[in-house]
């Protein structure tokens, strides 16, 4: 299983030319994405270091969340309208990497590696509609890397 989840830089609009100004909106999204994935481990090495290739392919259903919020005047901003898409989604990553009994026993191993995703958030952030404000959302990305840190217990070799 998978989770990954992002939040977006606040938007601010304003109505002169000002840079002290407070804004007379804001505009605040985020992402979350859940997903199943089947994913081989192939190792090249020994028990003590090897070499770990993960290829990935999830399925599952990403959302979006966006909140469009209007200066009140009483140093507060309120709810003007709120949006929410979800879709399906099924995509692939690629990890790389580096696994090893560090501590010598048994049970425990620990991967570092590197990894590739094809995760599309940008797609479903701009799926949201605020064409009443005039403004189309942006943001999020088509894919990215990222490091990880994996950590394997054998509860049956450690009894």
């Known amino acids: 299983m998978n989770f990954h989840a992002g939040v977006l830089p ?3 609009f304003d109505e002169g030319p000002d840079p002290n100004a ?4 804001l505009y605040k999204a985020n992402f979350t994405s859940f997903s199943f994935s089947l994913a081989p481990k192939l190792k090249f090495g020994n028990e003590e270091a090897a070499l770990i290739l ?3 392919y999830n399925i599952g259903k990403r959302y979006a969340n966006g909140r469009y919020l209007f200066y009140n005047g009483n140093e507060r901003y309120d709810l003007e309208q709120k949006e929410t898409y979800s879709e399906s989604q099924n995509y692939w990553s690629f990890a790389a990497g580096i696994e090893a009994n560090l501590l010598g026993l048994d049970h425990l191993w620990f991967s570092f590696y590197l990894k590739y995703t094809r995760l599309d958030s940008k797609e479903v952030i701009q799926s949201l509609d605020f064409s009443d404000y005039d403004f189309q959302p942006n943001g999020g990305s088509k894919d990215r890397i990222g490091l990880g840190i994996r950590v394997y217990y054998d509860l ?3 009894l």
């Not at 407070?22 to 909106?25: E, G, L, M, W």
């Open 10 to 12: 606040e938007r601010e």
């Open 54 to 56: 993960i290829p990935q």
């Open 22 to 25: 407070i804004p007379v909106a």
């Open 156 to 158: 049956f070799s450690a």
